[in-house]
Structure formats: structure tokens, C-alpha cells
Nanobody
Framework: QVQLVESGGGLVQAGDSLRLSCVASGRTFSYYTMGWFRQAPGKEREFVATISRGGGMSDYADSLKGRFTISRDNAKNTVYLQMNSLKPEDTGVYHC?????????????????WGQGTQVTVSS
């Protein structure tokens, strides 16, 4: 089992950047494929990005490619989400998630453990 705690959210203006962090504790971090998801008020949770166990492969929601970057540091048990050129439509609660399986899943149902989330609000 693994516990996940996100941080780094906040209130920013359109065009600003934020870097989210998610620290894992429990079972060996490098065992898990990691993902970021977000949920806006009144909407379903949606895929943002995922990264393989060793960090060599990553995938992004099509609408976010070029603005968001996922990375991980297995020595620090941490996965990051660098978000640039933020837009008001990026507002939501951002959750990290861990998958005890192979890389390549965009569906929330494919992830086994979730953090509580960190709020990101982008004003226009």
C-alpha cells in the first residue's frame, strides 16, 4: 500500500506557472506507475498525465501537451507536475494517483491509490 500527499497548488493568474508535488510513503515508490488527474466543479475527474516507473515514458492529455510536464524522482519518492501558461480552464483539484501495474492507462479506474488533492485556481 502507498499513501500520497499533494502540495503546490494555489491561486495564480492566467499565464503563470505552478509546480505540483506528490510525495509517496509506504511501499517502494518505484514499483508504481504514477498519474495526475484533475477535477473541476461539477465535472468528472479527467486524466492529465502519467509516467512510467522509471520515468522514461510519459503521456499527456492531448489538450495539455506542450504546457504540462510530468516527472518523478524515485530517490525522493516524489512525482511532479510542472504547469506553464496556466488558463482559467485549468482550475480544479489536482490529484496524484499510483498504479500497481504497467504504464499506459489514462482511466482513473486503472489507478489503485489516490491522494486528497491540491486546489489550483487560475484567475483571468
Amino acid at each position: 500500500q502507498v499513501q500520497l500527499v499533494e502540495s503546490g497548488g494555489g491561486l495564480v493568474q492566467a499565464g503563470d506557472s505552478l509546480r505540483l508535488s506528490c510525495v509517496a510513503s509506504g511501499r517502494t515508490f518505484s514499483y508504481y506507475t504514477m498519474g495526475w488527474f484533475r477535477q473541476a466543479p461539477g465535472k468528472e475527474r479527467e486524466f492529465v498525465a502519467t509516467i512510467s516507473r522509471g520515468g522514461g515514458m510519459s503521456d499527456y492529455a492531448d489538450s495539455l501537451k506542450g504546457r504540462f510536464t510530468i516527472s518523478r524522482d524515485n530517490a525522493k519518492n516524489t512525482v511532479y507536475l510542472q504547469m506553464n501558461s496556466l488558463k482559467p480552464e485549468d482550475t480544479g483539484v489536482y490529484h496524484c494517483a499510483a498504479r500497481a501495474g504497467d504504464y499506459g492507462t489514462r482511466s482513473p479506474s486503472g489507478y489503485d491509490y489516490w491522494g486528497q488533492g491540491t486546489q489550483v485556481t487560475v484567475s483571468s
